[in-house]
């Protein structure tokens, strides 16, 4: 079974440039999940789709982020403008179902923002 | 605001040790305990959970311990290994909804 895809696997960007992330998360995976893990410490969740729909945003700051997920199966995260804060590995996870929650995660795309 | 504590940040561990690493929660409506294993460059992988019903699970090498009057849960690695170096992360899953609040991360290391 293919895992969680991410790309790219790095960037490097100057502030206040956009940059955009894509997911494919395992088939029939019906929850995906954008999140951020600024080094050294744990992953926060930016954004939960269900199918197409977005079930959970509360931690996305939306003024520079936005995700959207086609079709119910790949995912996009954008950041536009970037700030130097935002520089953090960018971690997508699938899961079947939401009762047990085992989330699979992709290997993230590392952001640098200069 | 933080509802994981998670310590120590950092644990070194001879070989055969048996690292303990310990996990604190706030919300009483969490009802869904795992712990993650993440090595550099790649994303976490589930290792173990536990839900509240239950004072200990093992799988393996690993065992979760968890207290539920304290509040507290904790993860064992018996017969540690260099290849069990890696970042450990403790999370919660409230009773309604999906999301996983993770606690800060344990960098071990195990010395052959």
């Known amino acids: 079974e293919a895992g969680v895809a991410q790309s790219p696997r790095y960037k490097i960007i100057e502030k206040r440039q956009s940059v955009a992330f894509w997911c494919n998360p395992i088939?029939?995976?019906?929850?995906l999940y954008w999140y951020q893990q600024i080094l050294g410490q744990g992953p926060k969740l930016l954004i939960q789709?269900?199918?197409?729909?977005?079930?959970?945003d509360s931690q996305l700051p939306k003024d520079r982020f936005s995700a959207e997920r086609l079709k119910g199966v790949d995912s996009t995260l954008k950041i536009q403008p970037a700030k130097l804060e935002d520089s953090a590995v960018y971690l997508c996870?699938?899961?079947?179902?939401?009762?047990?929650?085992?989330?699979?995660f992709g290997p993230g795309t590392r952001l640098t923002v200069l | 605001q933080q509802q994981v504590k998670q310590s120590p940040q950092s644990l070194i561990v001879q070989k055969g040790g048996i690292p303990i690493i310990n996990c604190a929660y706030e919300?009483?409506?969490?009802?869904?305990f795992p712990w993650y294993q993440q090595f550099p460059g790649k994303g976490p992988a589930l290792l173990i959970a536990?839900?509240?019903?239950?004072s200990e699970k093992k799988e393996g090498r690993f065992t979760i311990s968890f207290n539920k009057s304290a509040k507290q849960f904790s993860l064992h690695i018996m017969d540690s290994q260099p290849g069990d170096s890696a970042t450990y992360f403790c999370?919660?899953?409230?009773?309604?909804?999906?999301?996983?609040?993770f606690g800060e991360g344990t960098q071990l290391t195990v010395n052959p």
């Open positions: 789709f269900q199918n197409n729909g977005v079930v959970d």
């Open positions: 536990i839900r509240p019903d239950v």
């Open positions: 996870a699938s899961s079947l179902e939401t009762v047990t929650n085992t989330q699979y």
């Open positions: 919300n009483t409506a969490f009802d869904y």
């Open positions: 999370a919660a899953k409230g009773t309604s909804g999906s999301r996983l609040t």
């Open positions: 088939s029939g995976h019906a929850t």
